[in-house]
């Protein structure tokens, strides 16, 4: 019988990275985890971090080209790259960094530090970016620490635009309701930021995390306290990646979430999780804390949460895996948590607790990095001449699915359409989200 082999054939970058580019992680005190090989595994850094750290992996491999933990820039083979010790933030800011692609050239990477403000007064600030060359097996910095700007919180987060073409890196005021969106282009970065301001009782943001949603139309800011308690600060705002302008700010920490450091949105991007604790002291009990962002208004919002409390624990830093699921720093440095299932409600999303063997390892942060919206794909699959096949990705509420060409399709308006082919057939999966962006991949069979 004549056999067709069924051949994944990714055209465009976005799919690519949504399964490799943060296939390696570092963090903490030498711990890491690959997903490469599908489920992850630990593996041993050379990292030394209390909070923040970025890692850039080959888009191709999943194997670490670049990591940081804002003050030194380490190589694939462990070594400082030459002019990588001079970096601007530190070990002990909340997200210190976040590696962003070059759109124009692939070979090379952008790094944005945040400042370390542990100190008073901080050494240092301001916002920073580096250019950096990974033409030649050893890379290189061609610049470093090019100003970005003054009184900048310890919050970074980075995205993808509507087009796909280009990139939106936030950073946040350190004392002002105010968030500014620096767009990067294969000419460079625009270093006049779009510049958003909203209503907020509070004057302090430095520590804490800021995440953009995997379907690119939110933006969470969590803040963890004043000078001297926790506060109730988590909002949520509608983000346009089109323009990079944020808006629609809601507080929905209500009167049950204080001191929150960490955040992730599920993959569906219809949770949001936060790790603090119950009330305003730092000896409050520690808790996860899960919103229903589909739930209406800001005070509905609010009170759709789900607390899971952890006694005397704490929770801290919070990163969705390119697996789907969201990783936690817990209890410092005992121990890395999961949530295995995010997009459930409630106790369904399966909390696991001391996974994957990082006893000791894991201290406040994990690895700062784009989330990707991920469209998944099994690699390689064969069909038989006249048969049936199942082709594309797990259908996600809030998405708009079309095919071409439809011959052969059940149906060219779902994720999943079972493929009878007659030939072989290039088919192109466009994935649309609310505000219209796009993500493609191609399928031969």
Known sequence: ????????????????????????????????????????????????????????????????????????????????VPGGDTLKSGISSTQCSIFVPDPGNPKRVYLFTTPDLTFIPPSDPRGFYSYISLETPSPSMLSANTMLGAD??????????????????????????????????????????????????????????????????????????NASNYIASITVFDFNSNTGAVSNARNIAGTSSYGNYGVSFSPDSKKLYTSGAIDRFPTSEGALFQFDLDAGNETAIANSVFIKKFGSSRIFGMQLGPDGKIYVSADKPTQLDVIEKPNAKGDSISYKRNVLNQSFKCVLGLPNVI???????????????????????????????????????????????????????????????????????????
């Open 152 to 225: 900048f919180s310890e919050k970074i987060t980075a995205v993808k635009d509507c087009s796909g073409s280009a990139y939106w890196v936030l950073y946040h005021h350190r004392y002002l309701p105010k968030i500014y969106a620096y767009k990067v282009t294969s000419t460079g970065v625009t270093t006049t930021p779009v510049i958003s301001t909203y209503s907020s009782v509070y004057a302090a943001f430095t520590v804490g995390g800021m995440k953009i949603s995997p379907d690119r139309s939110k933006l969470a800011v969590v803040t963890e306290s």
């Open 371 to 445: 989330e990707y919206q991920t469209v998944k794909n099994t690699d390689t699959a064969y069909v038989c001449l006249n048969s049936s096949v199942k082709i594309g990705t797990v259908p996600q509420a809030g998405f708009t699915y079309l095919w071409s060409p439809s011959t052969g399709l059940s149906n060219p308006t779902i994720a999943n359409p079972i493929a009878t082919p007659t030939t072989p057939t290039l088919y192109t999966l466009q994935v649309f989200n609310a505000q219209g962006c796009v993500s493609t991949q191609s399928i031969y069979i």
């Open 1 to 80: 019988m004549y056999k067709l082999l069924l051949l994944f054939c990714i055209i465009t970058a976005s799919t690519l990275h949504a399964q490799i580019e943060n296939a390696t992680w570092y963090f903490g005190k030498y711990g890491g985890l690959k997903f490469t090989a599908g489920n992850p595994f630990p593996i041993t850094g050379k990292i030394d971090t209390w909070e923040g750290c970025a890692v850039y992996s080959d888009p191709i491999t999943g194997d670490p080209l670049l990591y940081t933990d804002g003050k030194k820039l380490w190589n694939s083979n462990n070594t400082v």
